[in-house]
């Protein structure tokens, strides 16, 4: 079964570090771009940024550059997302999606992790 | 940057019914990249429709997508008690400037 697991929710204080992460399996993990969504509670989808598993290139968002990481780890198929330091805004649902074609940047997401809810409070 | 915009923002409707969701792009979407996903709450988003008119696997033939250029349509044919959800458009056509619709939510009348 072609399935993305993600990690579990988070609490953390403003500035502190995370890495969240998606494990994906049933599929060729380097075959297949992952995009990682921002949901806001009770609001809509944001595209954050995207990334080739092949050799970890990657796209941001210009609302996600430079505060947002993204990378995979190919031996263990898992893709990450992390933040160096957290801001209260960053409380929010990450979603990670794979992209439905092979080595496709533009493309639609098929396969979706089921979330991790970030709460970042002092 | 390319902008979409979803109407109506809520659609009452009940089931049996059809519903006809509206996304337009402020630039025309290049190859007809243009998704729909539906989304329940509590979950992750699912794939309904891809290049505007593609059902995704495992999706009922209710569900159906038409449009090109800036406007596009989904279309759910006789709406079902499990299709009250919110629906979002996605254009992936202007790499790397990706960007979701703000969503439709089908509520029950």
């Known amino acids: 079964e072609v399935q993305l697991v993600q990690s579990g929710a988070e609490v953390k204080k403003p500035g502190e570090s995370l890495k969240v992460s998606c494990k994906a399996s049933?599929?060729?993990?380097?075959?297949?771009?992952i995009t990682w969504v921002r949901q806001k509670p009770g609001e809509g989808l944001e595209w954050m940024g995207r990334i080739d598993p092949r050799d970890s290139y990657s796209n941001y968002s210009s609302s996600f550059q430079g505060h947002v990481t993204l990378s995979v780890d190919k031996s263990i198929t898992t893709a990450y997302l992390q933040w160096s330091s957290l801001k209260t805004s960053d409380t929010a649902f990450y979603f990670c999606a794979r992209h439905m074609k092979e080595v496709a940047p533009d493309d639609a997401f098929d396969i979706w992790g089921q979330g991790t809810m970030v709460i970042v409070s002092s | 940057d390319i902008v979409l915009t979803q109407s109506p923002g809520t659609l009452s409707l009940s089931p049996g019914e059809r519903a006809t969701l509206s996304c337009r792009t402020s630039?025309?979407?290049?190859?007809?990249?243009l998704a729909w996903y539906q989304q329940k709450a509590g979950q992750a988003p699912r794939l309904l429709i891809y290049?505007?008119?593609k059902r995704a696997s495992g999706i009922p033939d209710r569900f159906s997508g038409s449009g090109s250029g800036t406007d596009f349509t989904l279309t759910i044919s006789k709406l079902e008690s499990e299709d009250f959800a919110v629906y979002y458009c996605y254009h992936y056509g202007h790499s790397p400037r990706l960007a979701f619709g703000p969503g439709t939510k089908v509520d029950f009348k």
């Open positions: 049933g599929y060729t993990f380097s075959r297949h771009w």
């Open positions: 630039q025309s979407v290049v190859s007809n990249y």
């Open positions: 290049g505007a008119s």
